[in-house]
């Protein structure tokens, strides 16, 4: 027999709640993620180059395709340095509302999908340490699973790395908790 979806609302929301409230403690009282970010060497004339290019993702040098990357002279730009992949985000207001909001639908989200996977492996009545064990699991692989892809491809540090895997294992184990103590 699996177990619906709105039958687990309330793990759904509390696991989502508190993962929203444990991840703002993190991110705005601890902050060990301040250290992810270095500063440039003459930030002034960095901004200076980049004022007025508009908010997105670019890449230094800057290849189209494959065959442009083949260009001697991107290869020798890439050769010297630097090489860089940049964000650039709208500027103006501090404000992170919209952020907050999407982040925590993000959590929902993902509480959400939890609750599938274990309404339809897990049985009613099943124990807290089993139904711990599955939700916890797939909770962490949903936090943390894809930072391995920024250390392979985008050159983020090995300590952001983890740093971010512990803060999903942290979600998991708090999303695990609430789907044991509340699993019908």
């Given at each position: 027999m699996n177990i619906t979806l709105t039958s687990l609302w309330l793990p759904i929301l509390l696991?989502?709640?508190?993962?929203?409230?444990?991840?703002?403690l993190i991110w705005a009282v601890i902050q060990y993620h301040n250290?992810?970010?270095?500063?440039?060497p003459d930030e002034e004339s960095a901004r200076s180059a980049l004022k007025g290019?508009?908010?997105?993702?670019?890449?230094?040098?800057?290849?189209?395709?494959?065959?442009?990357?083949?260009?001697?002279?991107?290869?020798?730009?890439?050769r010297e340095g630097p090489v860089a992949m940049l964000v650039v985000?709208?500027?103006?207001?501090?404000?992170?509302?919209?952020?907050?909001?999407?982040?925590?639908?993000y959590c929902l989200a993902i509480s959400v999908c939890v609750a599938y996977i274990a309404g339809v492996t897990l049985v009613p009545g099943t124990e807290y340490l089993k139904v711990f064990q599955v939700?916890?699991?797939?909770?962490?692989?949903?936090?943390?699973?894809?930072h391995g892809l920024g250390?392979?491809?985008?050159?983020?540090?090995?300590?952001?790395?983890?740093?971010?895997?512990?803060?999903?294992?942290?979600?998991?184990?708090?999303?695990?908790?609430?789907f044991g103590w509340l699993w019908p």
């Amino acid at each position: 027999m699996n177990i619906t979806l709105t039958s687990l609302w309330l793990p759904i929301l509390l696991s989502g709640v508190a993962v929203f409230l444990v991840s703002s403690l993190i991110w705005a009282v601890i902050q060990y993620h301040n250290s992810d970010w270095q500063k440039l060497p003459d930030e002034e004339s960095a901004r200076s180059a980049l004022k007025g290019t508009a908010a997105g993702q670019y890449a230094l040098p800057y290849a189209a395709d494959n065959k442009a990357k083949q260009d001697e002279a991107w290869q020798q730009k890439y050769r010297e340095g630097p090489v860089a992949m940049l964000v650039v985000v709208p500027h103006g207001s501090m404000a992170m509302g919209k952020q907050m909001v999407q982040w925590f639908v993000y959590c929902l989200a993902i509480s959400v999908c939890v609750a599938y996977i274990a309404g339809v492996t897990l049985v009613p009545g099943t124990e807290y340490l089993k139904v711990f064990q599955v939700t916890s699991t797939v909770a962490f692989l949903s936090y943390a699973g894809a930072h391995g892809l920024g250390v392979i491809w985008f050159g983020h540090t090995t300590g952001r790395f983890l740093k971010d895997m512990f803060d999903g294992l942290v979600y998991g184990l708090i999303t695990g908790g609430f789907f044991g103590w509340l699993w019908p």
